[in-house]
């Protein structure tokens, strides 16, 4: 199994370009998240799914769109890049066990705007 | 939003010391969770604590749940090189959504 995998690894925009971040598992794992990193605040939440054609919003929404067309592939898009979402961004995967989801992350993408 | 916070946010200790580290927040969770992150890579689950009061051991790793469900701490013991990380703790209310800690930076000196 390869996990969860994130391409690309790294990426530079310019302010105003789109661009779709991909995340793929192949655990067969229902519930699907996407978290931004940011020096001195954590994880947070952009956007989270538990199923195929399902999706809801995180903490940090704005500025960004999912879709969940497969249970494998959970893209997360970027509808015009600011400086403000220049972050390392993290895809995981979940499985529940005993009511408790356990996450699994993908390696990440460090995105920089300019 | 539930706020978690860490501390120390950072510390720096001799191969051999103990440590402990602390999340603390004013909200109660129906579960929390550690993780270690290493540089250029995602975070690992290290362990999953329900029940207040409930103490997990892991190797040298102890994690303790508050009696609240408010707070948790990360005890380890005679720290070794390879525990450098960044660790952090996310606690959950509903069981799926899970809120992030600020993080502790460990580093182990040989």
């Known amino acids: 199994n390869a996990g969860v995998t994130q391409t690309p690894k790294f990426q530079v925009l310019k302010t105003g370009q789109s661009m779709t971040l991909q995340c793929a598992q192949d655990?067969?794992?229902?519930?699907m998240s996407w978290y931004r990193q940011d020096p001195g605040m954590g994880l947070r939440l952009i956007h989270y799914?538990?199923?195929?054609?399902?999706?809801d919003q995180g903490e940090v929404p704005n500025g960004y769109n999912v879709s969940r067309s497969t249970t494998e592939d959970f893209p997360l898009r970027l509808l015009s890049a600011a400086p403000s979402q220049t972050s390392v961004y993290f895809c995981?995967?979940?499985?529940?066990?005993?009511?408790?989801?356990?996450?699994?992350f993908g390696p990440g993408t460090r995105l920089t705007v300019t | 939003t539930q706020l978690l916070e860490q501390s120390p946010q950072f510390l720096s200790i001799q191969e051999g010391e103990n440590l402990t580290v602390y999340c603390n927040s004013s909200?109660?969770?129906?579960?929390l969770q550690w993780y270690r992150q290493e540089p250029g890579e995602g975070p690992v689950l290290l362990v999953t604590?329900?029940?207040?009061?409930e103490v997990k051991k892991l190797k040298r790793l102890t994690f303790q749940f508050g009696d609240a469900r408010k707070d948790s701490s990360l005890h380890i013991t005679a720290a070794q090189p390879g525990d450098t990380g960044l660790y952090l703790c996310?606690?959950?209310?509903?069981?799926?959504?899970?809120?992030f800690g600020t993080g502790t930076s460990l580093t182990v000196i040989p």
């Open positions: 799914s538990v199923g195929a054609g399902i999706t």
């Open positions: 655990m067969n794992h229902e519930y």
């Open positions: 995981a995967s979940s499985y529940r066990a005993q009511g408790i989801y356990e996450q699994y």
């Open positions: 996310a606690g959950s209310v509903t069981g799926n959504q899970f809120y």
């Open positions: 604590v329900v029940t207040g009061g």
């Open positions: 909200s109660v969770f129906s579960s």
